[in-house]
């Protein structure tokens, strides 16, 4: 129980789909938690009831995108609550990966489905969102410990590559991004050697990052142009009153005329009706290694510090961070429980052995986990609510937020202020995601997804 202007409020139970461990607002023991020396905390915890023009719940990087562009560009009074500190979530622990594109529809299927027109839009939108990771930081004096030039996308297989050469045409002919193709000599010569390598793509756009400094560095911008952080006041309850909203934490409210939806993977259903039963958060885990040496970086002839990812279904991503640890990411349990992440650090462990032979005794001195969101639509989902257009929203960046997430909060709060509309937004990202078909069965679905790919990427 807690009160609001006065009097008590039950807050409405949310509930969650992984083990309540995945949801605990504790730093999770990132790499890139160390790497963050005299933090200084942003923000408050909400204590008191308030009221604010616009509300955000979510202080990842769409909603404190949303909050710097509201308060930096358009001096509204704007106010972000947080269930952990700030950054907590997906956008302070993923792996620093800022490319393209944030879906998981080929490009012939999003030009089936909305047209070519369209599918250029989405993909200069994520051009734009790769140039404002730059100029956010170029602007607001972020450092973020930027590595690499591009992206690659390394073939797992021979008969892999053929596909990677075919993709890089669509992107090179569709929308003038330059790609450059490497066969597997090649590649050895610029990039490295492993027994999963067999030839790459090269992709003119993106690098790769700290995303947590990144996080930081946005929400301590957004808070120097007078937006109000509040970590650590996650809502239980969200009402309406006539046109305000009220949200309930546990030691305050927050009474606002607009509220945006910014929480992404870690949304609790229970909270909001219109973003209940729409979402897939699906686990990924990171390990980190001890720093290699230079004759293990030698065996596998290893050069390159650009972010890549692998061609398979159930893909592994991994880089080169400084000082020679390497990193690698891969899709996680289905439980989300302790137990399950210590058997997934082993897998991960094993399988760097597997592919990088010279590795196999590097010690793994980090391990965490995260979300990743999905939906139907295989696509971001932004706009407003068409029962409540007071009610903004962005999520399901389908494992590209730190390129997307704050170009949808800038375009958010242009909209929010009127100087864009929703229409603004390509067709494909535009409007709430579907509900899933008996939601209950999720990660039963997902299951059989990663059976299905794990058979694909063997065969």
């Given at each position: 129980?807690?009160?609001?202007?006065?009097?008590?409020c039950?807050?409405?139970?949310?509930?969650?789909?992984?083990d309540k461990a995945?949801?605990?607002?504790?730093?999770?023991p990132?790499?890139?938690?160390?790497?963050?020396?005299?933090r200084?905390?942003l923000?408050t915890?909400?204590?008191?009831?308030?009221?604010?023009?616009?509300?955000?719940?979510?202080?990842?990087?769409?909603?404190?995108?949303?909050?710097?562009?509201?308060?930096?560009?358009h001096?509204?009074?704007?106010?972000?609550l947080?269930?952990?500190?700030?950054g907590?979530?997906?956008?302070?622990?993923?792996?620093?990966?800022?490319?393209?594109?944030?879906?998981k529809?080929?490009?012939?299927?999003?030009?089936?489905?909305?047209?070519?027109?369209?599918?250029?839009?989405?993909?200069?939108?994520?051009?734009?969102?790769?140039?404002?990771?730059?100029?956010?930081?170029?602007?607001?004096?972020?450092?973020?410990?930027?590595?690499?030039?591009?992206?690659?996308?390394?073939?797992?297989?021979?008969?892999?590559?053929?596909?990677?050469v075919d993709?890089?045409?669509e992107?090179s002919?569709?929308?003038?991004?330059?790609?450059t193709?490497?066969?597997?000599?090649?590649?050895?010569?610029?990039?490295?050697?492993s027994t999963?390598?067999?030839?790459a793509?090269?992709?003119?756009?993106?690098?790769?990052?700290?995303?947590?400094?990144?996080?930081?560095?946005?929400?301590?911008?957004?808070?120097?142009?007078?937006?109000?952080?509040?970590?650590?006041?996650?809502?239980?309850?969200?009402?309406?009153?006539?046109?305000k909203?009220?949200?309930?934490?546990?030691?305050?409210?927050?009474?606002?005329?607009?509220?945006?939806?910014?929480?992404?993977?870690?949304?609790?259903?229970?909270?909001?009706?219109?973003?209940?039963?729409?979402l897939l958060?699906?686990?990924?885990?990171?390990?980190?290694?001890?720093?290699?040496?230079?004759?293990?970086?030698?065996?596998?002839?290893?050069?390159?510090?650009?972010?890549?990812?692998?061609?398979?279904?159930?893909?592994?991503?991994?880089?080169?961070?400084?000082?020679?640890?390497?990193?690698?990411?891969?899709?996680?349990?289905?439980t989300?429980?302790p137990?399950?992440?210590?058997?997934m650090?082993?897998?991960?462990?094993?399988?760097i052995?597997?592919?990088?032979?010279?590795?196999?005794?590097a010690?793994?001195?980090?391990?965490?986990?995260?979300?990743?969101?999905?939906?139907?639509?295989?696509?971001?989902?932004?706009?407003?609510?068409?029962?409540?257009?007071?009610?903004?929203f962005?999520?399901?960046?389908?494992a590209?937020?730190?390129n997307?997430a704050?170009?949808?909060?800038?375009?958010?709060?242009?909209?929010?202020?009127?100087?864009?509309?929703?229409?603004?937004i390509?067709?494909?990202?535009?409007?709430n995601?579907?509900?899933?078909?008996?939601a209950?069965?999720?990660?039963?679905?997902l299951?059989?997804?990663k059976?299905?790919?794990?058979?694909?990427?063997?065969?």
């Amino acid at each position: 129980m807690i009160t609001l202007q006065g009097q008590f409020c039950k807050v409405t139970p949310v509930s969650i789909l992984y083990d309540k461990a995945m949801y605990k607002t504790d730093p999770v023991p990132s790499y890139w938690e160390d790497t963050i020396s005299n933090r200084i905390a942003l923000g408050t915890a909400l204590t008191s009831d308030v009221d604010c023009d616009v509300a955000i719940i979510g202080g990842g990087y769409t909603g404190l995108s949303t909050a710097l562009h509201l308060a930096r560009d358009h001096d509204v009074d704007v106010r972000v609550l947080e269930a952990g500190s700030i950054g907590w979530g997906a956008s302070g622990r993923n792996g620093g990966f800022n490319c393209l594109p944030a879906t998981k529809m080929s490009i012939a299927a999003m030009i089936k489905k909305v047209g070519l027109d369209e599918t250029k839009r989405f993909w200069a939108a994520q051009l734009d969102g790769v140039d404002l990771t730059t100029s956010l930081a170029t602007e607001e004096g972020i450092d973020y410990d930027r590595q690499g030039d591009g992206n690659f996308e390394v073939a797992h297989r021979s008969d892999a590559y053929v596909g990677l050469v075919d993709y890089g045409k669509e992107l090179s002919d569709l929308f003038g991004i330059k790609t450059t193709c490497y066969d597997k000599s090649e590649f050895a010569e610029v990039g490295y050697e492993s027994t999963e390598q067999y030839g790459a793509l090269h992709i003119q756009s993106g690098f790769a990052l700290n995303p947590l400094k990144y996080a930081l560095g946005i929400g301590k911008a957004a808070q120097r142009h007078g937006a109000k952080l509040h970590p650590y006041s996650e809502v239980g309850d969200w009402q309406k009153k006539g046109n305000k909203h009220i949200l309930i934490t546990p030691s305050g409210t927050i009474t606002a005329n607009k509220v945006v939806m910014a929480t992404n993977g870690f949304t609790r259903e229970g909270l909001h009706k219109s973003f209940d039963k729409r979402l897939l958060p699906v686990l990924s885990n990171i390990v980190v290694t001890r720093p290699l040496s230079d004759d293990e970086m030698a065996a596998q002839r290893w050069k390159i510090y650009s972010p890549i990812c692998n061609s398979r279904k159930l893909l592994f991503y991994y880089r080169m961070l400084e000082g020679n640890r390497f990193m690698i990411g891969a899709r996680g349990d289905m439980t989300g429980k302790p137990e399950d992440g210590d058997a997934m650090r082993a897998w991960m462990g094993m399988r760097i052995g597997e592919v990088f032979p010279a590795w196999r005794d590097a010690e793994i001195t980090h391990f965490w986990r995260g979300f990743v969101c999905m939906t139907q639509k295989f696509a971001p989902s932004m706009g407003q609510l068409d029962d409540d257009p007071s009610v903004y929203f962005g999520y399901g960046y389908h494992a590209n937020g730190v390129n997307t997430a704050p170009w949808a909060g800038r375009l958010i709060a242009n909209i929010l202020v009127g100087k864009s509309t929703v229409s603004d937004i390509p067709v494909v990202m535009r409007g709430n995601a579907q509900k899933f078909p008996f939601a209950g069965l999720r990660l039963w679905y997902l299951r059989a997804a990663k059976a299905l790919y794990h058979w694909q990427d063997e065969h």
